[in-house]
């Protein structure tokens, strides 16, 4: 079965770039998508189809993928964006997501 | 507003059975393919199943296969998951989700989740 992996943790100092990252096989040449989720709280979409961010998401969200790896950056990371990002591809049909990556902004 | 409300979570014990709801508004349930995703405490997402928009297709993660039961009534704007022969292992929140317009889109609105429990 396809897998995503994500490193468990990330920090990144307030005002600062923050980049997860989410390697799967020939991860490219799928569409990946991100989402935020605060503790408690149910997941939000935060890009799709690779670099798209819905409505209502910050500019500072921003997302590529190419190769074997898929990347979320927020630039100017502020600490509202502490939270738990997961990454998420289609794999025959079904969704996969990635283990997940807790940001810490500190 | 897009809304998904799930219900029908609780505590049960191991080989019971469950049947999660999930009421939707906002939006033409009946044009949506509709899935169920858990996490268990402390851990991260997991896909459960999926479901088209017409409710004449599904698919199930390994791990419920044979087990569970997604369904839809595109009258009354609600999904469901039969659950079966549950096992402590189940024990997570239990999110529905909306696809995008399009099959195969990311899942653009989450309900607030219900918890089942599995436990003796």
């Known amino acids: 079965s396809y897998e995503l992996t994500q490193p468990p943790s990330v920090s990144v100092s307030p005002g600062q770039t923050a980049s997860i990252t989410c390697s799967g096989d020939?991860?490219?040449?799928?569409?990946a998508c991100w989402y935020q989720q605060n503790p408690g709280q149910s997941p939000v979409l935060v890009i799709y189809?690779?670099?798209k961010r819905p409505s209502g998401i910050p500019e500072r969200f921003s997302g590529s993928n190419s190769g074997n790896t898929a990347t979320l950056t927020i630039s100017g990371t502020q600490a509202m964006d502490e939270a738990d990002y997961y990454c998420?591809?289609?794999?025959?049909?079904?969704?996969?997501f990635g283990g997940g990556t807790k940001l810490t902004v500190l | 507003e897009v809304q998904l409300v799930e219900s029908g979570g609780g505590l049960v014990q191991p080989g019971g059975s469950l049947r999660l709801s999930c009421a939707a508004s906002?939006?033409?349930?009946?044009?949506?393919?509709m899935q169920w995703v858990r996490q268990a405490p402390g851990k991260g997402l997991v896909w459960v199943s999926r479901i088209n928009s017409d409710g004449s297709s599904t698919t199930y993660a390994d791990s419920v296969k044979g087990r569970f039961t997604i369904s839809r009534d595109n009258a009354k704007n609600t999904l469901y998951l039969q659950m079966n022969s549950l096992r402590a292992e189940d024990t997570a929140v239990y999110y529905c989700?909306?696809?995008?317009?399009?099959?195969?889109?990311?899942?653009?609105?989450w309900g607030q989740g219900t918890l089942v429990t599995v436990s003796s």
């Open positions: 998420q591809a289609w794999d025959s049909g079904t969704v996969v």
């Open positions: 906002g939006f033409t349930f009946s044009s949506y393919w």
């Open positions: 020939k991860l490219g040449d799928k569409y």
């Open positions: 189809q690779d670099t």
């Open positions: 989700a909306r696809e995008g317009a399009v099959a195969g889109s990311p899942l653009d609105s």
